[in-house]
Every structure is written in structure tokens, then in C-alpha cells.
């Protein structure tokens, strides 16, 4: 059997015990091994066993990812999120995946909700993973960074981990369709608009080639109704995501329009902010 280790950032408060009950209900044995990266405030005084716990100040979610793949000695690595974690049946599809194919690029599966679309919590996962809603659109260029099986060999020996980075360089995994993991993050809408105000931010300072302030305004100031209505999109295509996007649309808008904000600030200043308000 091939080994598999899951290497799993963290931001936030978060219970260990909980983790890896929820971790072994999905079908994880005692074989694979697991590495939580988190920050010192919010590691646990003692970790249950089975459970590798990692601490880094002053993290970015992509710093904790490295710290975490770092400590990772198998041949294959999955990079999870404490707040969408897999599924029943997503060790057995990824297990079979690798051991059958062992594609070079390795793997990636859906990312669904693990509440009904009244739960508040439908916002974040709208603006950031619907599209990843089973079933997939066929032409889906994208992939999520938190649910993702590696093949050592892919990952650079970085500090941080970026998928961004890896697709550049010609990353190409396969979708294993039964490899789901399901979003639960905690929401608060202040906290939730904050964290898009960053992520614009961080987005538009690194952003390669660098647009000219003659174009980043007027984009920057289109860009609340252009994300709205690409979340709305993909949306469409389920019926839960399809009512729930209507549900929400004004506090979709809202979060998108502080994601914009944040672009513009980082066009403006050049500058990314702190790197550790990112998750």
C-alpha cells in the first residue's frame, strides 16, 4: 500500500481530539500520518495521539502548509484544511487513485458544504469554492488548494506551499470526483469581509505583470458586480447553490465589493499587508 501522509493548515482556534476523530471517521488509519500546522496561541498543551502538531508565529496559511509538508515523510502528500476535511470515502478513491495510475501531477477532488444553504457559513463557501461543486462544470480551469495529493517529487522544498506557483509550472492533477472534502469554516460577516479586504490586498501586490493605476481604478471598481456575477455562475448550474446564491446575493456583493477594496489597495501601495491575516 502506498503511503500517504496529510499535511493540514490551520488558522484559528481549532480542537485536536475533534480533528482526529473526524480525520478517522473518514477513513484515515494508522498508517498515515498526520501534521497539523498551526499558530503557538492555538496549538493544543498536548496532542492525542496519532496527531503531529507544528507551530510557526506569525504564519500565512501558505507558511503553515510548509511547515506541515515539511515534517511529511511519505511518498504521497495530501494538503488539507482543518475546515474542510474529508469526507467518508475520500481515503478509498485517493488510495485506489494512486495505487492504480500514480499520475506524476497527482490529484484533487470536490470541495462541498458540510451545512444546508440557511447556514450563514453559505457565503464563504460560495465566494470561494462553488465552483468545485459536484457535478463539475467540464470546462473548470481550476483547482482547489485544499484538496490536494501530491507526489513528493512535485512539491519544492520551499518555506511555503502555493498552488498557484506549482500550476505555473505545469502542474496538471487529475480529479478523483469521489475524493470529497467538505467546507465547515467558521463565519463571522465582519471577520469574513476583513479576510477578503487581505486577500485582494495580497492578490493585486503580487499580481505579475503589474497594471497601471490608469487601469486598476476603473477595474478595481468593476470588479464587486464581475465577481458577484461569476459566483452567481457557478451557482446556477445546482439547485441548493442556486437558491442559496440568491439568498445571500447582498452579502455576497458586500464581500466581494471589501475583495476590491483590498485590490486596490495593493495596486496602489505595492504592498501585500500582513501576510499572516491570510487563510
Known amino acids: 500500500m502506498t503511503s500517504l501522509a496529510l499535511a493540514i493548515a490551520v488558522k484559528g482556534k481549532w480542537d485536536a481530539d475533534r480533528l482526529l476523530q473526524d480525520l478517522r471517521n473518514a477513513g484515515a488509519g494508522s498508517a498515515n500520518e498526520i ?22 508565529a506569525n504564519a500565512s496559511l501558505f507558511d503553515l502548509w510548509g511547515l506541515a509538508i515539511a515534517q ?21 478513491a485517493i488510495q485506489r487513485s494512486v495505487e492504480t495510475e500514480g499520475w506524476k501531477d497527482g490529484y484533487w477532488g470536490p470541495v462541498e458544504p458540510r451545512f444546508d444553504r440557511s447556514d450563514p457559513r453559505t457565503i464563504g463557501y460560495l465566494t470561494e469554492y462553488c465552483q468545485f ?4 462544470e467540464p470546462s473548470l480551469k481550476e483547482i482547489p488548494g485544499s484538496n490536494l495529493v501530491l507526489p513528493r517529487e512535485r512539491i519544492e522544498a520551499t518555506r511555503d ?8 509550472q505545469g502542474l496538471a492533477p487529475r480529479l ?24 485582494g490586498r495580497a ?6 505583470p503589474r497594471l497601471s493605476l490608469l487601469i486598476a481604478i476603473p477595474l478595481t471598481l468593476a470588479l ?44 496602489v501601495t505595492r504592498r501585500s499587508g500582513d501576510a499572516s491575516a491570510l487563510d
Open 35 to 56: 501534521h497539523v500546522a498551526c499558530s503557538p496561541e492555538h496549538a493544543p498543551a498536548t496532542a492525542p495521539q496519532g496527531l503531529n502538531v507544528h507551530a510557526k
Open 72 to 92: 511529511c515523510r511519505s511518498d504521497w502528500i495530501a494538503i488539507l484544511h482543518a475546515d474542510a476535511l474529508p469526507a467518508s470515502g475520500w481515503f478509498a
Open 133 to 136: 461543486h459536484r457535478p463539475l
Open 161 to 168: 506551499f502555493s498552488k498557484t506557483r506549482l500550476l505555473r
Open 176 to 199: 478523483v470526483e469521489d475524493a470529497v472534502v467538505l467546507y465547515a469554516r467558521p463565519f463571522r460577516f465582519r471577520d469574513y469581509c476583513r479576510r477578503r479586504f487581505c486577500h
Open 203 to 208: 492578490f493585486a501586490a503580487s499580481r505579475t
Open 224 to 267: 464587486p458586480l464581475i465577481r458577484t456575477t461569476r459566483i452567481m455562475r457557478h451557482a446556477w448550474h445546482h439547485k441548493n447553490p442556486r437558491l442559496a446564491s440568491l439568498r445571500w446575493l447582498p452579502a455576497i456583493l458586500a464581500a466581494e465589493t471589501c475583495w476590491s477594496a483590498g485590490e486596490l489597495a495593493g495596486y
